[in-house]
Nanobody
Framework: QVQLVESGGGLVQAGGSLRLSCAASGSIFSINAMGWYRQAPGKQRELVATMTTGGRTNYADSVKGRFTISRDNAKNTVYLQMSSLKPEDTAVYYC???????????????WGQGTQVTVSS
């Protein structure tokens, strides 16, 4: 069993900041990439930012320069520092991990339950 538990969402005014955290636990052999996706009402889930174990990052154009992803590989934890938040950043934010549970298993995607981020204008 693998669990991804997010925390840090909430309500913030435009221009403010929030920090999301996600810890992966359970039967984990190895993690490749961890990251964040978001889904606004009536829209498809979209990539926000990802980071590989080696430190390579990928950001959505809409968050570049405002959001920063980081990881603590020893703790299987990924963070998302969000600054200069805009109302259009309002969404449920989901943590994602691409991992293997054993040395023989394939790489699979695991998801957290989501955390709401609401940015008021």
């Amino acid at each position: 069993q693998v669990q991804l538990v997010e925390s840090g969402g909430g309500l913030v005014q435009a221009g403010g900041s929030l920090r999301l955290s996600c810890a992966a636990s359970g039967s984990i052999f190895s993690i490749n990439a961890m990251g964040w996706y978001r889904q606004a009402p009536g829209k498809q889930r979209e990539l926000v930012a990802t980071m590989t174990t080696g430190g390579r990052t990928n950001y959505a154009d809409s968050v570049k320069g405002r959001f920063t992803i980081s990881r603590d590989n020893a703790k299987n934890t990924v963070y998302l520092q969000m600054s200069s938040l805009k109302p259009e950043d309002t969404a449920v934010y989901y943590c994602n991990a691409d991992l293997r549970t054993t040395v023989w298993s394939r790489w699979d995607d695991y998801w957290g339950q989501g955390t709401q981020v609401t940015v008021s204008s």
